[in-house]
């Protein structure tokens, strides 16, 4: 089974375990909250900079998943339904909180990943380096920039599924990611930034 047939297989699954919690399945809903959750907690972290705020609005969206499941017409991937979910509930947080930059310092590189990892220390070092301020130059972006960034970059949404999801006009989210993308080159050119 090559990788497009295994991310298939996998979109089926959840759209399964969806249409059973949607039938008051909590077991299924809990499989479907276990297969989701790390990518929600994620996206999140990279649109608020912050831990224990991407924890918590991951929970708000399986929160309020599981109260409007009746709601999911399978119109849209579950997928998709969630990342909805998760975006509009951290907009809603960084409106409120007015949060636009990470307060939090940057991780350290333990030891023990050091040692352990086949490759070379300090390219490892070098890399969560540049992951680090990736992240921080995306809390400079403007909201919608950075979550269609986002969706399109790490979750590898089509502008169409980006559309649905944010509920934007498909114009806008090319805009909007195109933006962020401009702007990173720009940043990346600036710091000197390479791979």
Known sequence: MDEKQRMTARARKLEQLAQKAKLGDQEAFSELMKAKMNEIIAMTYKMTGDRQSAADL?????????????SFRGDSSVSSWLYRIAANKTLNHLKREKKFSSNEPVEQVSRQTLEQSPEDPSRLLEKKRLRNQVLDFMQTLPIQQRLAFELRFYKQLSFAEISDTTGSALGTVKTNYREAVKKLRKHATEKGWRE
Do not use: D, R, V
């Open 58 to 70: 991951a929970q708000e969206t399986f929160i309020s998943a599981w109260k409007n499941l009746g």
